[in-house]
Structures are given as structure tokens and as C-alpha cells.
């Protein structure tokens, strides 16, 4: 069957270490993979995308990495701040059959990253 | 960066009552948008995607005639619930198609409560 899991609901660290999340899929073949950050009671916020033949992205304190053959990417935030606490989700884009990716989203359940001061 | 709003962000019906919700891109043209409903600590399920001038694709398991997507235009799509009962209370999200390979971009939200 078809999943996409990340790895913990809740993360909890001290301000100024890096968070590492976790998002593993199977069965599927995605065109892109995603991470978006959701705050309570609002929609998602686009993060980082990264195309199935790039390894790892980075953007300011952001870095993602996305490994095929495992089928796992890794979100990390270095130099983490209260301020990044919020819960992040990743998902994926999948390939049509005649390429390109379909457009439309499967998103993991997420994880709830809570900064300590 | 494209900009994605809905309308309303809240909303309180009685059961048996119709509900539309709007999704508009502010600055930018989408030919396709999706909607989707996220239930407490789930994740975000798609439920169909809205093609400007043509029907919506709707996933499996969603019923097309409780949930009328109209995209009339290539800034707008509206999702009506119609009969709404309690267990169609969810957060509903949309989301526009950019012009970029993987660019999407999220409204903030509608929170639909059916009593």
C-alpha cells in the first residue's frame, strides 16, 4: 500500500540546536517533494521543494535533503528559534504517467516542532 | 509571493444548510486549484481538483454532488457544501497552481462548524 509517514507528532528542542524531520514514503514515485510549514488554524506555507534527481537544497537555515533509493527525505533547521515552532509537513508531487508531476498534493500528517527558550 | 486568499475564514451553519466557500489568487492567473480538508491532527486530504472551464476531478470516496466546485474563472473557485451535517466540520484549504514545476500556493484556511 501506498504511505507517507514523518517519523515523530512531536519534536521538542532547545533553542539555538538543529531539528531533524523525518518523512519516508512507499509505493509511490514522486516528481517533487515538498516541506511546508503550518501554523494553528492556518493553511500551509510553501518551504522548500526538491525535484527527485536533486539531493539536498538549502535556503537560509533550511536544508533539505531527498534520497530516492531510500525513499526518506530529511528537513533540517540549524540555529533553531522559538519562532520556528510550528508543525511541518511534508509532501509529495507525483509523476503522471506521461511526466510532469500531477500537481495535486499527498501531505504526511506532520510533526509538531516545539523551540524551547 | 502569489498570494491565495478564501472567504470566509470562519463559518457557523445549522445542519441541513448550504455553505459556499471562495478561494481567489490575488496576483496571479490559475488554471487549476485544489481543495482539501484537514480533520484535527490529520493530515491534509485532497478532494478534488478544479480545472478553469471544466468539471472538477473529484478523489475517491468524496461525493460530487454534496461538494459543487465551480472554477468560472482563472482567479476563482467556490466550494459548496450543501446539506451539510456535523461530520462535514473540517478545515478546508485551497490551493492555486503557479506557473513554476511544483509551485503551489495555500489559502489560509476556512473553518467550517455544522451544529
Known amino acids: 500500500s501506498q504511505k507517507i509517514e514523518q517519523n515523530s507528532e512531536a519534536l521538542n528542542i532547545q533553542e539555538g540546536k538543529t531539528a531533524t524531520l523525518t518523512c519516508n514514503y512507499t509505493?509511490?514515485?514522486?516528481?517533487?517533494l515538498q516541506w511546508y510549514r503550518q501554523d494553528p488554524g492556518r493553511g500551509p506555507v510553501f518551504l522548500l521543494l526538491i525535484r527527485e534527481n536533486e539531493k539536498e537544497k538549502r535556503k537560509e537555515r533550511l536544508k533539505v535533503t531527498f534520497d530516492t533509493t531510500l525513499k526518506q527525505s530529511l528537513f533540517h533547521i540549524t540555529a533553531s528559534q522559538p519562532a520556528d515552532s510550528a508543525t511541518y509537513l511534508c509532501a509529495l508531487d507525483l509523476f503522471m504517467n506521461y511526466g510532469g508531476s500531477q500537481g495535486n498534493l499527498i501531505f504526511g500528517k506532520g510533526t509538531k516542532l516545539s523551540v524551547k527558550p | 509571493g502569489a498570494v491565495v486568499s478564501q472567504h470566509p475564514s470562519r463559518v457557523i451553519c445549522k445542519s441541513g444548510t448550504s455553505v459556499k466557500i471562495e478561494c481567489r489568487s490575488l496576483?496571479?492567473?490559475?488554471?487549476?486549484m485544489f481543495w482539501y480538508r484537514q480533520f484535527p491532527k490529520q493530515s491534509l486530504m485532497l478532494m478534488a481538483t478544479?480545472?478553469?472551464?471544466?468539471?472538477?476531478?473529484?478523489e475517491q470516496g468524496v461525493e460530487k454532488d454534496k461538494f459543487l466546485i465551480n472554477h468560472a474563472s482563472l482567479t476563482l473557485s467556490t466550494l459548496t457544501v450543501t446539506s451539510a451535517h456535523p461530520e462535514d466540520s473540517s478545515f478546508y484549504i485551497c490551493?492555486?497552481?503557479?506557473?513554476?514545476?511544483?509551485?503551489?500556493?495555500f489559502g489560509p484556511g476556512t473553518r467550517l462548524t455544522v451544529t
Open positions: 490551493s492555486a497552481r503557479g506557473q513554476g514545476p511544483g509551485e503551489q500556493y
Open positions: 478544479s480545472n478553469e472551464g471544466s468539471k472538477a476531478t473529484y
Open positions: 509505493n509511490y514515485s514522486p516528481a517533487y
Open positions: 496576483d496571479f492567473q490559475a488554471t487549476t
